[in-house]
């Protein structure tokens, strides 16, 4: 009986290590996170926890991803998404101030805002950019692709160009048409198969971001 009382205490110790050195990430998004039109077994944060877990990393990762949001949207509830749980966050915003042609300088203040809270919260992030199309001219896409690098730089965060990056090859330009396969019929969202290419371009900045975690 005692040794089955010293065995249960040994196994509780070690299943608390082992929850203790869990790292959990929050997915700050819009549709692209939450996994708009798909089963939710093949969403963006489910298929990442898939490739994280393949990958043997001990990561929970928790979908925050709101269809429709803005900048301002993650902005106004990155407070309550940041919980004394979270350890990292991936910040995936800003596709839905391009459709409604927001002022970029208002997705910056946004952004900023969020990095902000993270360095608060001493939680490390991976800011994912978003990509201007041209129709609203040269100087709204200089100004709105320049955002995410310069805030990645001035806080320290892991970047990531485009949430689309996974889907061309490194140094071509996304040809809609060739892209077209990898889309919903609304051509906006991933389909099943454009999200696993998602992941397996985004998984390993994610396990950077595990690795800026552990280091701390």
Same mark, same amino acid.
């Given at each position: 009986?005692?040794?089955?009382?010293?065995?249960?205490?040994?196994?509780?110790?070690? @299943?608390?290590? #082992?929850?203790?050195?869990?790292?959990?990430?929050?997915?700050?998004? &819009?549709?692209?996170?939450?996994?708009?039109?798909?089963?939710?077994?093949?969403?963006?944060?489910?298929?990442?926890?898939?490739?994280?877990?393949?990958?043997? #990393?001990?990561?929970?990762?928790?979908?925050?991803?709101?269809?429709? &949001?803005?900048? %301002?949207?993650?902005? #106004?509830? =990155?407070?309550?998404?940041?919980?004394?749980?979270?350890?990292?966050?991936?910040?995936?915003?800003?596709?839905?101030?391009?459709? /409604?042609?927001?002022?970029?300088?208002?997705?910056?203040?946004?952004?900023?805002?969020?990095?902000?809270?993270? &360095?608060?919260?001493?939680?490390? =992030?991976?800011?994912?950019?978003?990509?201007? +199309?041209?129709?609203?001219? +040269?100087?709204?896409?200089?100004?709105?692709?320049?955002?995410? +690098?310069?805030?990645?730089?001035?806080?320290?965060?892991?970047?990531?160009?485009?949430?689309? #990056?996974?889907? $061309?090859?490194?140094?071509?330009?996304?040809?809609? %048409?060739?892209? /077209?396969?990898?889309?919903?019929?609304?051509?906006?969202?991933?389909?099943?198969?454009? $999200?696993? /290419?998602?992941? @397996?371009?985004?998984? +390993?900045? $994610?396990?950077?971001?595990?690795?800026?975690?552990?280091?701390?």
């Amino acid at each position: 009986m005692i040794r089955c009382k010293a065995l249960s205490v040994i196994l509780a110790l070690l @299943a608390g290590v #082992a929850q203790a050195d869990e790292v959990v990430i929050a997915a700050l998004g &819009d549709s692209l996170t939450q996994g708009y039109g798909l089963p939710a077994e093949q969403g963006f944060v489910p298929q990442l926890q898939g490739w994280l877990d393949a990958q043997g #990393a001990n990561v929970r990762l928790i979908n925050a991803g709101v269809s429709g &949001d803005t900048t %301002a949207g993650g902005l #106004a509830r =990155v407070g309550w998404t940041l919980t004394p749980e979270v350890d990292g966050m991936i910040v995936a915003l800003g596709g839905n101030d391009l459709l /409604r042609g927001l002022d970029p300088a208002q997705a910056r203040g946004n952004i900023e805002g969020i990095l902000q809270a993270s &360095d608060r919260a001493e939680v490390e =992030v991976l800011l994912i950019g978003m990509e201007a +199309p041209g129709n609203y001219g +040269p100087d709204y896409k200089a100004q709105f692709d320049a955002l995410y +690098p310069e805030l990645a730089e001035a806080y320290g965060a892991g970047f990531l160009e485009t949430f689309f #990056a996974g889907l $061309v090859a490194d140094g071509e330009d996304m040809d809609p %048409a060739a892209l /077209r396969a990898w889309f919903q019929p609304d051509g906006i969202h991933p389909n099943a198969e454009g $999200v696993a /290419r998602i992941v @397996a371009r985004v998984g +390993p900045e $994610v396990l950077a971001l595990v690795d800026a975690i552990e280091a701390e």
